[in-house]
């Protein structure tokens, strides 16, 4: 009950703060200090997001199952690189400049060349959030491995572990933590990943709604689009968090502990 | 009967070109409580690597029982001044870790540490993580995980130095008593001259550089052993000897 009521008084101050950025919006726009076409006030946007409610629905499907297939792809590659990269330190010193170049090409730049290369349909935005989202958790995994103490992997040994059994028992839950991090950042890079690529082909996604509402100019729906982006974000990021405790229950016993 | 356990015979190994552990011949014999006494820097816990098989000598050999074990791990259990509990596994999981890493199923582990942990005074502990014991308790299953993993051998690198004072005298009782209870031999290394004098039947001091063995003591008081031996005339005798050596 204390802990609940207190959770609830540290996030005063973020709603406070919130609804005061609100407030201030509403006032330029209800008194005209910015013009109305250009900043729509915030009812104006709230009345677009409703009117157009299905049709945001319809693209925002697309947008996800491209930012999930492509997050999961992006998982797939981070874990299987991280790990040949710990095993091997050759193969650390082989791929590690490969994946920081991959980092510095603009995204906004190779995704239409995704769209040339591979057509207007899922697949080049699927590729394009596998490519940003697997950097964060790839370098995640590979602090989360070496992070491992020598005690402990001398300590597996002398039990007679092998390297098999010193990943799965040490390795990999010592990896987890590091994991989530970087699977945070990425889930929030997978959204606006998809959605960048939809912008420069497509048919449908809530890319392809950006660019027809903002051709007809219409700011209080590219406004509800983009509120309606960042409350997805936010959510994936809660829906990590929530995998992420529940998946590492000894960090919450050890915030328990701490506490007493 | 004179049963040696594990032996090691003239074990020698450098690093880059400077001898670190020079000619060391040690022996321990069932049941016994060896403790292997020196400053820090004499090199034994590269002696301790070695005999655990995690590090191979330049020259000698490691036996265990009759079998040669030399550079070979897995064979001896090995315990270190931090407890290294796995913080991710409950103290059922991680006692019974050895058996899962030889083999056997989680569920199957878990059956045959669960009725030992009365016996190692860690009851009601068993689905706790780490993080929720104090550190004696820590020590304690880190101790009882140690014992899991023996073939009735173990190798203790200054488990009790991490404790505070008081704690410590309480794990030495504590220690003394489960060694009567569980079938063990221990060699432990320690730089502290009042605990080596306390809990061995026998002494290794090793000094120099590289390290060799200096001298070594049977203390023939019999166990348990109370507080009045410290103040005895023998306790005397042997601590000056020990310096001496040092």
Redesign the interface.
Known sequence: MRRRLQSITNKIPAIVSIGLVVLLWHILSVTGIVPSYMLPSPSDVMKAFIEDFELIMMHAGVTLVEAFYGLLIGIAFAFIIATVMDRWTIMHKALYPIMIITQTIPTIAIAPLLVLWMGFEMEPKITLVAITTFFPIAVGLLDGYKSV?R??I????????GRY?IFT??KI??A?PHFFSGLKVSTSYAVVGAVISEWLGGFEGLGVYMTRVKKAYAFDRMFAVIIFIVIISLLLMLLVNVIKTIS???IL??K???EQ | MDMTVLKAENITKSYDNVSVVEDISIELKKGEIVSLLGVSGVGKTTLF?IL???LAPDEGKVFLKCEDITGK??????M?Q?D?L????KIIDNVS??C???GMKKSEAREKVKPLFKEFGLEGCEY??P??LSGGMRQRAAFFRTYM?SNGVSLLDEPFSALDTLTKSAMHRWYLDMMKKIDMSTIFITHDIDEAIYLSDRIYVLSGKPGVIRDEICIKQHKPRDEEFAFSFEYMEYKKRILKAL
Request: proline content about 10%.
């Open positions: 103490d005690d402990y001398d300590l597996m040994r002398a039990m007679g572990a059994r028992h040490v839950p010592a987890l590492m229950p000894w016993a050890e328990r502990s701490k | 690597n655990s098989g995690l791990p897995g064979s001896v259990s090995y270190l931090k290294l796995l913080p991710h596994k870790l050895p899962v890493i030889q706790k993580y993080c929720q993993s």
